[in-house]
């Protein structure tokens, strides 16, 4: 219960974070977005998608669950819609559903609290 | 004569009576048309069966007609049918002329009767009949329109005029090209109906037709207005006074003391997750332990690669060599090849005449393993080109030989020496003979489906263990226990197969195959739908049937039921789709090709594995073909992780989820029997993350009822 503790006590600030850290990498698709190096996609992809649904499942318990999950669903999330992407939906970047998914996650996560 | 028999031939002639006289009309245009043009009409005579499973057969009769011929030279003209055609009278010029030869089966796998037209003859007239089979399935009638084809270099063949007559009181509800491409109502439009029967005509783009009886709609209407008002009751929590009847008439029951009913039920406290792993693992070993004792296949099989006219010829020549050889050819099986020839089924194969056309497309799937068969022979006429690419593969297995219909006395002898050093013997000396093995083999398949049964319910009762803490480690064990049930039943098949030279199953193989598999001795071809039967129940007897298991309220199932016969008996769209999605798991011997590869459910399938194969090439599966990607495979591992979750979805969900759930893990693990474990390797990774979407999707439902049932920020 610690790290939901501890998450509960920066919550805002967090929800801040990802909302941001989203808005960038969305910005990423714009022509000419050279400020920030497309290497901030991989921790991106790596754990935010996965963290929020963590979040509403309730399922960060400890750090290692926590980890585990965020890891796990942000890797569902990602082969998910590049593969629906991959059907004939090309004209859903990646880099925008994905970010835009999260913040729909997240405020699910602000409403179910 | 029987009663039945008598009118169906006076149906026959009748027909052909009908026909004959329709005839001169085909001769006008004939007449109007340059010379040397042939008309053929054909009749299809519908006896549609309504069962929720069960066959039935329909009548073709056919007529080939010309009437203003004139040819320089005699010319052959060819009959082809996906069925056997048996040619009635021959006329030529007004003259019976003898019955042509019966019909063979040629390269493209179609039915062929060959006959020749003198250079004098002026007219033609050829009848002939035959019967397709068709299928019953939930009181509809599933009827395959025969394609028949007249071809001729020197005639000029006008296609086939197709006519059905059905009986009155039946409604063509869907029709299909062959290829299982749905098709609109006016492809087979009404030409007159009496009292008895309607006639349609088809069009040649029909190809499959699912029929049903005039009271089929009625009574789906009053089923489904039953399963609405379930539902509703259900939704409205009203179940329970209807409950108190059931319970008066269960007390009714009981007061009669019959023996065994008044005891209550102690399956659950035998049924637990450690047993049923017990039970598991003794079903391998005892598979195991019958093959050790058993095997091998005392029998040789060779897989002969000849034209279908010389294989007759090449199996005589054989059992010259090594006695009762049973033959295996490419119109049974070629795309299991390899798996066959790794499990040792063939002590040789033979490359004879087999047609070019046809060859590259089979030796794709052949030459890479032609290595696993110990003895390899090749005779003249097979191509230059795929002779020398086998000499320089295999050549020190490779025996040249003239004609292998026609093997020389040396030639025999040194294949017979081949074989007999190559040939595997059992451990301790016994030989069960053939009929000893066959019944081996069949108790070898029962436990092949046991295995998958108590697989899946071992599964099933690990992830419903009331003992398991909803946390992380819930997940880990269930997703290892899947991963160790999935291999190591994959192990046992391969292993047992090995030993028996005998596959216990295959994945491409036809639910009209008889002697290729252990599976299907017991007459389920393949026996992909049996498994997955199997490994359903298993999977439901898991979660629900075990001791401490999920529990699923009597009013959710009743909600369930009735959504599920709402969706199947529903007579709109949607009970279509259900319909042609239920075809794919029903081996229908005579929809043959198409069987679940129909309309809309198809085209969905098509999408749901085009998903999961994205998400295999995303996590780096069919890289090369050593890491080909199975969806079935991929298919099982995803059903793991929503497993893992049952325990957090809300009652209703929970009921739906175990459904579907079982269905998916039933559905891949199906793909056991395909015995390809680098396939199985590749397929866990992808397998977890798509479950993880899986889960995501009923997460996302038992979210929403919690929110209807206001259990929103509970703390699960």
Known sequence: ?113 | MPLRRRSALGVLVATLLVLILLLPSASVRGQSQPTNTVNVVVQVHMSPVYDFYGSGTAAVVGVINASSLSLSQSTVVKLLSTSTPTVGTFVVNGVVQPIPPPSQVNAQGLHEVDFTVPANATSLLLTFQESVAGSGFLWRYIAVVPFIEVSSTVLDVYPPTTTMTVPSGTVLSQLYTAGGSGLPSYFAPVRGSTANQSTYSLTSNVGLIVMQSNLFVPASIAITSVALAVLVLAGLNLLPQGQMVLTKISDLIKSLRIPGIHRKFRLRAILHSRKLLALFVLCSLIMAAGAVLGGPNPRVTAYVLAAPTSVQAIQSSLQHVAGNVQVITPSEDFTDFAVMSSVGQFSMVVVSNYPPADLPEVSGFILGSLGNVPVIVVDNSVSSNFSTQIKALYGSSVMSVQSASDLTAGQENAIAFDLGQSRGSNILGISLGEKGFEALVAAEAVLSMALVFLGSAYLGSVAADPESRRDLSHIVTVVGAGIFVFVFSEAVYVGVSSLLRFPLSLHAVGSNAHDLTAIGTLGFGGGSTPRLAAGFLGALVGLVGTEGGLIVRKSDFALVSATLILIVANPFSIGQFAFQALLGFIPLVSVGPVAGKLGAAYTSTISLKSFILGVGSALGGSITPQYLLSAGKTLFFASLVPLAYLKKLGRTTTAIAVLAVALIAGDGGVRVGEMTPDKTVIAILPGLAIGFAFAAVLLGFGLVEKYVRGSWRSKD
Do not use: K
Not at chain 1, 47 to 58: A, D, E, K, M, N
Not at chain 1, 79 to 99: A, F, K, M, R, T
């Open chain 1, 1 to 113: 219960m610690e790290i939901q503790r501890l998450i509960s006590a920066s919550n805002p600030l967090l929800n801040a974070v990802i909302v941001v850290y989203s808005l960038v990498v969305m910005a990423t698709i714009l022509p000419g977005f050279d400020l920030v190096s497309r290497i901030i996609l991989i921790p991106y992809y790596l754990l935010i998608p996965g963290f929020c649904v963590t979040q509403l499942l309730r399922e960060a318990r400890t750090i290692l669950d926590g980890l585990f999950f965020s890891v796990a669903w942000s890797i569902a999330i990602v082969v998910s819609v590049v593969s629906i992407e991959g059907l004939g939906y090309s004209q859903l970047p990646v880099n925008i559903v994905i970010p835009v998914l999260t913040i729909v996650i997240l405020a699910l996560v602000h409403y179910r609290r």
